[in-house]
């Protein structure tokens, strides 16, 4: 069993729609949970993390932690075609162990 | 967040030449940074963990004398692909502990813009 699932898509939606990304993991020890936005051909750009359970909120994007069902979220509201990327969720206890999903792939359609 | 630059962002060399990839902590110091390489519509795959001022840490199937790491500063860890064949060619990014994260600092990586690699 891999330790982060992340489901690939690819999802379309279309502009203005709420998106709702996740990803499950398997190891209990994760403490910091975070989101990349990669654009094509570029680096991964942090979007938010979370530290522990719970929500936190960064204007239109919310990322949501719980741990008894390891399982995150990244919610994006008022969809952008900007906000047209990969998504990637990693996650991380402490030491050099990060582990990364596989990135899902969004397009928000004008 | 704190910012990693890397250089340069796009190469392109002849099979059997050497190529440097630069990645810089700018206003950090970082005593780790991470080497990943990912191909086209792929995940992140980590290649080593460069230490300042000692031998990288290399993941298994990693060929330590094609991907030469040197961490020699605080601030400077570069990635040598030694005699590159087309096979190597690839996005290769460098990352580092963003220390800007949480009071005391969080866990959590902050990513350089990438090098793409083509190798003919």
């Known amino acids: 069993q891999k330790e982060v699932e992340q489901d690939p898509g690819p999802l379309s939606v279309p502009e203005g729609a709420i998106v709702s990304l996740n990803c499950t993991y398997s190891?209990?020890?994760?403490?910091?949970f975070m989101w990349y936005r990669q654009y094509s051909r570029k680096g991964p750009e942090l979007l938010m993390y979370?530290?522990?359970?719970g929500n936190k909120e960064d204007g239109r994007f919310t990322a949501q932690v719980d741990k008894s069902s390891k399982y995150i979220s990244l919610f994006i509201r008022d969809s952008q075609p900007s906000d047209s990327a990969t998504y990637l969720c990693a996650m991380s206890s402490t030491g050099n162990q990060f582990y990364f999903g596989t990135g899902t792939s969004l397009t928000v359609i004008p | 967040g704190a910012v990693v630059s890397q250089h340069p962002s796009w190469v392109i060399c002849k099979s059997g030449t050497s190529v440097k990839i630069e990645c810089r902590s700018l206003?950090?110091?970082?005593?780790?940074m991470f080497w990943y390489r990912q191909f086209p519509k792929q995940s992140l795959m980590l290649m080593a963990t460069?230490?300042?001022?000692?031998?990288?840490?290399?993941e298994q199937g990693v060929e330590k004398d094609k991907f030469l790491i040197n961490h020699a500063s605080l601030t400077l860890s570069t990635l040598t692909v030694t005699s590159a064949h087309p096979e190597d060619s690839s996005f290769y990014i460098c990352s580092a502990r963003d220390p800007l994260q949480g009071p005391s600092g969080a866990n959590v990586l902050t990513f350089g813009a990438g090098s793409r690699l083509t190798v003919l």
């Open positions: 206003d950090f110091q970082a005593t780790t």
């Open positions: 979370t530290y522990s359970s």
């Open positions: 190891n209990s020890a994760f403490q910091y």
């Open positions: 460069s230490n300042e001022g000692s031998k990288a840490t290399y």
